[in-house]
């Protein structure tokens, strides 16, 4: 199957019931297959500070930082605090909203959207699963190559399991709320690692933290 990169997913990611959780900053939200397997996301999470995990990706950001799908921004506000030029981009007007009010920079625009600074990114982050944004890895792979400055970093949060799935999911809110039909995808780290060599990227560092699973790249 084809996986879809364009509006379908983006008008989801705009729509209830995503946008309503992330204005109440709580779940429960669950990403759910159409065979009634669930994904519960951890909303309350990425509305909290950063947690220990986060802060060993925080610790590897070099350069200018370009959060890819950055949510109510988190990461992007932590970066700035440290010093960092930091770039959030979200499809959702009210995570950039979040992201703005926490001390953040954000664009509400779609990553295979021109974007500031285009190959000159020091370090680029796909967190909290966002490698399976538009749920084609080695699209948005590509993508984020013509992003990052020559020798630049991709930090990338895997599944813990060893899984490489293109599915077709829709949000739901767990009480009969649910969102348009889109294309995710699920990488482990060596699913990852496979798609990354291909796209250009060259694996430098793997590492756990509190049961989430990272990935390190360079250009």
């Known amino acids: 199957m084809t996986a879809q990169l364009t509006e379908p997913a983006t008008r989801t990611w705009q729509a209830d019931p995503y946008a309503d959780a992330l204005r109440a900053g709580r779940g429960p939200l669950y990403l759910r297959r159409h065979d009634g397997w669930l994904l519960p996301l951890e909303v309350e999470r990425w509305c909290a500070e950063p947690d220990t995990a986060d802060d060993t990706v925080l610790a590897r950001c070099t350069g200018p930082v370009l959060d890819i799908g950055c949510g109510p921004g988190r990461l992007v506000a932590a970066l700035a605090r ?27 625009r779609s990553v295979f959207e ?6 000159g990114w020091g370090t680029v982050l796909l967190i909290d699963g966002n490698i399976g944004i538009g749920g084609d890895p080695a699209a948005l792979l590509r993508r984020a190559a013509r992003l990052t400055a020559p020798g630049g970093t991709l930090l990338v949060e895997v599944a813990a399991a060893d899984v490489d799935e293109r599915v ?38 793997t590492w756990r933290t509190a049961g989430r699973y990272f990935v390190h790249l360079r250009l």
């Open 82 to 108: 440290l010093g960092h030029a930091a770039l959030g981009v979200d499809v959702t007007p009210e995570a950039v909203a979040r992201t703005v009010r926490a001390g953040g920079s954000a664009l509400c």
């Open 168 to 205: 077709e999911v829709y949000v739901e809110d767990g009480t009969g709320g649910r969102g348009a039909s889109f294309w995710w995808a699920r990488l482990g780290s060596r699913a990852l690692c496979a798609e990354a060599k291909a796209a250009g990227w060259s694996p430098y560092d």
């Open 114 to 119: 021109p974007l500031p600074g285009e190959g």
